[in-house]
């Protein structure tokens, strides 16, 4: 493991014995409802365009952009 790695975990769980990490879930909670609206926003967003655009698989463009292994790809219904 990296030396990052161990600074990133000193780093957790010198919040966790401050207790900083009990203020982070508070600071979100009243964002949540915020992002849950935006991400459902774009994901309803690239669904329209896959519909507007007569493709039947949602990871058309992404996959022309930076084809991986098709096999990994799940298949959902646009």
């Not at 669904?47 to 990994?72: F, H």
């Amino acid at each position: 493991m990296s030396a990052g790695y161990f600074s990133r975990v000193r780093l957790l769980l010198g919040q966790l014995a401050s207790g900083q990490c009990a203020t982070v879930p508070a600071a979100w909670a009243d964002k949540a409802v915020f992002c849950a609206e935006a991400l459902n926003h774009l994901g309803g967003f690239r669904l329209q365009t896959c519909k507007v655009r007569g493709w039947s698989d949602v990871y058309k463009e992404p996959l022309a952009i930076n084809p991986g292994p098709q096999r990994l790809r799940l298949k959902p219904a646009c």
